[in-house]
């Protein structure tokens, strides 16, 4: 069995010369099992006769929006829902603009409108089309709306060029239609499962204008509270003031560590995990002044701090507490002074960054990670924040995959 045995995979192809590779594209897709479906262009069918593609996908092949008979087979909209995977090989720079457009004039630039399917294209043009500013817009806004881009390669042309836009071979075609199933069919190690994260500073008032906080940018709990949603998780973040959003997750926004501490109690008997990734304030004003703190002659202000709750222990010390992870951001002894801070707030584990290095940690988009639990240890090397969110993530997994099983 290959990733994409019974895959329904619906070939859109048009009018380059590249076309002719279409053949042999489907010939390979169908003996790894996969059901192709062809639909071309009009332009595509003067480069490749649409009775070839019939006989290499065993389908009839469609080409008309507005043939009564082919629509009372399978209609566009059937069509459209019937795809696992979209791929159009080759995609000229007309289609391109057109599906960057959203114009939908034929049924292949319809059908791309009307699916909810994943979209993967294969340009194929002259170097200097592809090269065109144009082009390089409409590529560039098919990305950001998630279309994955398969080529183009750069060699020899039809035409004699030589330079970026022939179309990606059917064996490296197939292959990367192989690894996008696969890929999308890798155990997701935390399905259903419940995390909640605290993300970014607190904010402690000392007047209605004032108050002390920290660097915290939040980044390292949003790329965590992603990396979870990849692995399949329930996501809430609790998150201070900071300029991110997540996707796909639950965001509690509050200000103060007090704030921080009554949204996390109030919904963390629901969660599997807990993750602490925010920079708490371990004091707060012990009294908010009502009115602005005026200026007064003393060269002196003096402002009583008192303790905030600790939250990452008041969590690790429930009943049933979920899988609780810290962080820890030491300058010295890092082993030494995480570890104890894991016994000392009863964590399941605990991550600490070497805050001394700089270019890592604190407000940067890099981290490197020590990771601790009771019986092992693992190293996170530096890289971006999303990189090493991934990697942490899959600790806590593998972690809390094997304390749940025992
Ligand atoms: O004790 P320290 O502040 O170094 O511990 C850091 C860890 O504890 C982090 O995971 C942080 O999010 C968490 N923490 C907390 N509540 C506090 C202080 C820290 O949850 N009041």
Request: charged letters at 15%; aromatic letters at 6%.
């Amino acid at each position: 069995m290959t990733a994409i045995a019974n895959k329904r995979i619906l070939l859109g192809i048009t009018g380059g010369i590249a076309a002719y590779k279409c053949a042999e594209l489907t010939r390979r897709l169908t003996e790894q099992g996969a059901e192709v479906r062809v639909v071309m262009t009009q332009s595509a069918q003067e480069f490749i006769t649409p009775l070839t593609m019939q006989a290499v996908s065993g389908n009839p092949v469609a080409h008309s929006l507005l043939d009564p008979a082919a629509e009372a087979g399978m209609g566009h909209i059937e069509f459209a829902k019937w795809a696992d995977l979209v791929l159009i090989a080759p995609a000229t720079a007309n289609f391109i603009a057109k599906f960057t457009a959203g114009i939908a004039d034929d049924l292949l630039s319809t059908l791309c409108l009307a699916t909810p399917a994943p979209i993967a294209i294969a340009p194929a043009m002259n170097q200097v089309m592809y090269q065109a500013q144009a082009t390089q817009a409409n590529l560039a806004t098919l990305k950001q709306r998630n279309i994955t881009l398969w080529g183009p390669a750069a060699g020899a042309q039809a035409c004699g060029d030589v330079g970026p836009g022939r179309m990606v071979n059917p064996d490296e075609l197939v292959t990367a239609v192989v690894n996008y199933f696969s890929e999308q069919e890798k155990p997701q190690l935390l399905a259903g499962k419940n995390i909640m994260i605290t993300a970014g500073p607190t904010r402690e008032a000392i007047d209605p204008v004032r108050y002390i906080s920290n660097h915290s940018s939040g980044k390292m709990g949003y790329a965590l509270a992603q990396a979870a949603r990849s692995l399949g998780a329930n996501v809430t973040v609790v998150s201070g003031p900071v300029a991110l959003a997540p996707v796909e997750c639950k965001l509690v926004n509050v200000i103060s560590a007090l704030d921080m501490h009554a949204a996390v109690m109030a919904d963390i008997h629901q969660q599997d995990i807990f993750i602490a990734c925010a920079a708490v304030a371990d004091y707060r004003p012990e009294t908010i002044a009502e009115q602005k703190i005026k200026k007064t002659n003393s060269d002196e202000m003096v402002v009583r701090m008192i303790k905030n709750p600790d939250i990452v222990a008041s969590v690790a010390a429930l009943e049933k507490p979920p899988f609780t992870v810290g962080f820890a951001a030491e300058t010295q002894d890092v082993e030494h002074y995480a570890r104890d801070k894991m016994q000392r707030k009863n964590l399941a584990m605990i991550a600490a960054n070497d805050v001394a290095q700089s270019g890592q940690g604190f407000n940067a988009d890099d981290n490197a990670l020590t990771v601790f639990w009771p019986q092992g240890t693992a190293q996170i090397a530096l890289a971006n924040k999303q990189v090493v969110a991934v990697q942490l993530l899959q600790l806590i997994a593998t972690q809390f995959n094997a304390n749940t099983s025992s």
